[in-house]
């Protein structure tokens, strides 16, 4: 553990040492149930594919203006969000009334046309927004290639997280098949705050369980359950990990969400490439067997994923803010 954030090692459990899944369960439970978060080491991710991606970020970033526009977020919450355009409004860590000072890009589950989920013309099941080949070569390829990377990581681990739950270790692989998950390339400029004005203000993530990469520019701050803000340490090579609401609706609230925010940078400008994991749209997410009994009764009803995210990005995403952007 450093500065009260445990430093979990999965080498051994993605080598298949045995012993090393329930050691690794172990860890997680107690990460989750104590802080909310944790920094990972020892993960199969290529070192040169997370750099890569950090400079992808950039790439896009430094686009012009009326390039960037073009890419506009779209009713699926894909593509460009110009900074100031959001903020967690619905934040029960802090009253955000000042918009974010980060612009991001967001990218899900690059789906075939001809799949069913992208013909049904469900939310969130859509197409994605990718610049024009010629803008930035070789973008789609490197970040489609990060995905994957990071899907099959994060599916490795859901046999030790479903343990740390003590649920079989097969219990959540199913309903991961064609998830949701998100990937945000995210910039924040070395540019003034005003009071209460953040990089990305205080809040919890809304989804399973979130994987940052970490970069070499600090800003991410994690509060503690004594109510403390704490830098999270930059390890490198390490991914800081968190759970998130839904994970915390789904363990009726035995894992925690815990609230954390990003400063502006100081003299330098940082990248964030957070990989958002979360189930299929039809999973119901309701209180696992495992989280209740008789003098812990189930604290919410049962909701789809689909339902869930909806509502949440309805209440705190608006794509049409992109539109009156000047380029």
């Given at each position: 553990m450093t500065h009260g954030i445990p430093i979990i090692d999965v080498a051994d459990t993605i080598s298949g040492r045995p012993g090393a899944l329930r050691q690794t369960s172990r860890a997680i439970h107690d990460a989750l149930t104590n802080v909310g978060f944790?920094?990972?080491?020892g993960h199969n991710v290529l070192a040169a594919l997370i750099r890569q991606t950090f400079d992808e970020a950039e790439r896009l970033h430094d686009l012009p203006m009326g390039r960037k526009i073009g890419l506009k977020m779209n009713a699926h919450n894909n593509g460009y969000m110009a900074m100031g355009r959001y903020a967690v409004w619905t934040s029960d860590v802090n009253d955000n009334d000042k918009p974010?000072?980060?612009?991001?890009?967001?990218?899900?589950?690059?789906?075939?046309?001809?799949?069913?989920?992208?013909?049904?013309?469900?939310?969130?099941?859509?197409?994605?927004?990718?610049?024009?080949?010629?803008?930035?070569?070789?973008?789609?390829?490197?970040?489609?290639?990060?995905?994957?990377?990071?899907?099959?990581?994060?599916?490795?681990?859901?046999?030790?997280?479903?343990?740390?739950?003590?649920l079989p270790p097969d219990y959540f692989p199913p309903h991961f098949v064609d998830g949701q998950f998100?990937?945000?390339?995210?910039?924040?400029?070395?540019?003034?705050?005003?009071?209460?004005?953040?990089?990305?203000?205080?809040?919890?993530?809304?989804?399973?369980?979130?994987?940052?990469a970490q970069s070499d520019v600090p800003g991410l701050?994690?509060?503690?359950?004594?109510?403390?803000?704490?830098?999270?340490?930059?390890?490198p090579g390490s991914f800081a990990v968190n759970s998130g609401d839904m994970m915390?609706?789904?363990?009726?609230?035995?894992?925690?969400?815990?609230?954390?925010?990003?400063?502006?940078?100081?003299?330098?400008?940082?990248?964030?490439?957070?990989?958002?994991?979360?189930?299929?749209?039809?999973?119901?997410?309701?209180?696992?067997?495992?989280?209740?009994?008789?003098?812990?009764?189930?604290?919410?009803?049962?909701?789809?994923?689909?339902?869930?995210?909806?509502?949440?990005?309805?209440?705190?995403?608006?794509?049409k803010r992109q539109h009156d952007v000047a380029a």
């Open positions: 944790f920094v990972m080491t974010d000072l980060n612009e991001a890009f967001f990218i899900k589950r690059e789906r075939d046309p001809d799949s069913a989920l992208r013909r049904s013309g469900r939310r969130f099941a859509g197409a994605n927004v990718w610049p024009h080949e010629a803008d930035l070569p070789g973008f789609r390829e490197h970040i489609l290639n990060y995905q994957t990377a990071m899907e099959d990581f994060t599916n490795r681990l859901l046999p030790a997280i479903a343990m740390s739950l003590d998100t990937l945000r390339l995210s910039h924040y400029p070395p540019v003034k705050a005003d009071a209460n004005q953040f990089g990305i203000a205080p809040h919890t993530d809304a989804n399973f369980m979130t994987f940052l701050q994690v509060r503690t359950p004594s109510g403390d803000w704490l830098d999270v340490p930059s390890i915390r609706r789904w363990t009726n609230g035995r894992f925690l969400s815990t609230p954390h925010r990003a400063l502006p940078p100081l003299g330098q400008h940082r990248y964030a490439i957070p990989f958002f994991l979360a189930p299929h749209l039809d999973t119901v997410i309701e209180c696992l067997p495992t989280c209740t009994g008789p003098d812990n009764p189930q604290r919410w009803k049962p909701i789809t994923y689909e339902s869930w995210v909806t509502a949440w990005t309805d209440a705190n995403y608006d794509p």
